[in-house]
């Protein structure tokens, strides 16, 4: 048995589950040499809001310099993206043999081969919650949801992401029209856009509290779906 809670981490709120660890759902399934890394398959995108939460402390910058240094990463004028793992070949040979009959309902299964470059296999994202995207930070997989004891509860964790999502978006737009009125972007002015970031007070979202959700999670390792 599991438990999936809230977390906030330097006002960047996120959805966490114990059960995250021994992962076992299809979503986390990697068939590439990057084991144990859950559903860290994503190639994440960091959003101007997640940028500014760097530039404020000393630790964010370190991130933001990990982030920037790595090869995959592109700077794009209002956000940055860095792209990771991919086995191509084993996708193509795995595709060629017919031996992904068993996710045939997964659409894109290229997910199989594919690791986030910031995840440490066994140990997790090696980036703080604080600094995490949204997408990063909240998303739950099916199985999971459908292995919680209270779905009345879970509903609330998928609406309370949505209007936070909304407010994530609503922000962007923001520091990114704040950032085009000074003529500026990531792209041809990185440090001064790094600068208007950080003089920019950073917003404050009141997450609600939301009462942790217990999961049917069976010895064996399997799910036990349903409420
Ligand atoms: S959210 Fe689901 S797929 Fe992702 S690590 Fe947790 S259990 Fe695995
Ligand atoms: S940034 Fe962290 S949480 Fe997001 S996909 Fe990468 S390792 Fe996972």
């Known amino acids: ?23 076992t759902s299809t979503f986390g399934t990697s068939l590439c040499s990057v084991k144990d890394r859950g559903c860290c398959f994503y190639f994440p995108e960091f959003s101007l809001l997640d940028i500014q939460r760097m530039v404020k402390t000393l630790e964010g910058l370190i991130v933001l310099d990990t982030i920037l240094k790595h090869p995959g990463t592109v700077v794009q004028p209002y956000s940055i993206q860095t792209k990771g793992f991919f086995d191509k070949s084993l996708y193509d040979d795995y595709l060629k043999k017919g031996k992904l009959q068993d996710f045939k309902d997964i659409r894109d299964l290229t997910i199989f081969f594919r690791a986030c470059p910031f995840v440490k ?3 997790g994202c090696t980036i703080p919650p604080r600094y995490r995207n949204v997408i990063c930070n909240t998303f739950i997989c099916e199985e999971l949801l459908s292995a919680s004891d209270n779905l009345e509860t879970i509903k609330l964790y998928m609406e309370e992401r949505s209007r936070y999502a909304r407010w994530v978006e609503w922000e962007n737009a923001a520091l990114k029209h704040i950032l085009m009125e000074n003529n500026v972007n990531l792209v041809s002015y990185f440090n001064a856009s790094v600068r208007i ?16 959700v217990m999961t049917m999670y069976d010895d064996d390792g399997s799910w036990s779906r349903g409420a």
Not at 1 to 23: H, L, Q, S, W
Not at 197 to 212: A, C, G, M, N
């Open 121 to 123: 296999s066994g140990h």
């Open 1 to 23: 048995m599991g438990k999936i809670f809230v977390e906030i981490d330097g006002n960047n709120p996120r959805y966490v589950c114990t059960d995250c660890a021994n992962c």
């Open 197 to 212: 970031l950080q003089e920019i007070p950073l917003s404050e979202y009141q997450f609600p509290e939301l009462d942790p």
